[in-house]
């Protein structure tokens, strides 16, 4: 910025000596070697005042064009800051809130309990979404090849391959779970205990395929934590 206003205090300056020069020229060829009259001298004073009223106008368009864009850029900034800091919470939300419960967490009535599990379905699936849609969003403020991004990314790679996980054994987690509870309302304890393995069962299946997608977006939240904190600060 002070390169730019130093080029347009030296073209200010070599215009008032053209000026000078300019109407020196004419008064000697007209006045000979005569003193100049206060008129002329008036007169090359309202011109040099008049060109430095103009450079000023386009100085202060300058300094206000460079202003805006300094503006611009901040909330360019504030924005990309917003939606990271936003990214960030509903991965913390995904990984301690929502992956960390098990369908058995939900403790209550069976009518309640299947409500519940339910809801906790679409939540979590809401979740997925409003990640993937905020990582398009950090996409139009970060270049593909930011430290931030390249994070992003690899987070959002990481939380499909654990919502195909996820979806791919809802149904038959559902089911596990609602013969248990089928088979704990019936009193019958050998019917009970069956359902009870079987659902443990159709659980380890889930969490042995969740296990490596899910290692792999811990070790990428640690590592956009690290990155988010060089950024910011």
Do not use: W
């Amino acid at each position: 910025m002070e390169y730019i206003y130093i080029t347009v205090t030296v073209n200010i300056i070599l215009t008032l000596f053209t000026v000078f020069k300019i109407f020196g020229k004419s008064y000697l060829t007209e006045k000979g070697k005569n003193l100049a009259t206060k008129q002329d001298i008036a007169d090359i004073t309202f011109k040099i005042e008049g060109v430095k009223v103009l450079y000023s106008k386009e100085i202060e368009s300058l300094r206000a064009s460079l202003l805006q864009g300094v503006n611009k850029k901040h909330l360019f900034l504030q924005k990309s800051t917003d939606l990271l800091l936003n990214y960030y919470d509903k991965v913390l939300i995904l990984n301690f809130a929502k992956l960390s419960k098990s369908f058995g967490d939900f403790i209550s009535e069976e009518d309640q309990k299947m409500s519940a599990v339910v809801k906790y379905i679409g939540e979590i699936n809401d979740l997925f979404d409003q990640l993937m849609v905020d990582y398009h969003r950090l996409s139009v403020f970060l270049d593909g090849k930011n430290e931030l991004m390249v994070c992003t990314s690899e987070i959002i790679t990481s939380v499909l391959k654990i919502k195909k996980v996820f979806n791919n054994h809802t149904g038959e987690r559902k089911i596990a779970l609602f013969k248990e509870m089928a088979a704990f309302k019936s009193k019958n304890f050998q019917d009970y205990e069956k359902a009870v393995h079987e659902n443990n069962a159709v659980s380890a299946k889930y969490y042995e395929e969740l296990k490596n997608p899910y290692e792999a977006f811990q070790k990428q939240i640690s590592s956009f934590v690290e990155k988010l904190t060089l950024y910011l600060s």
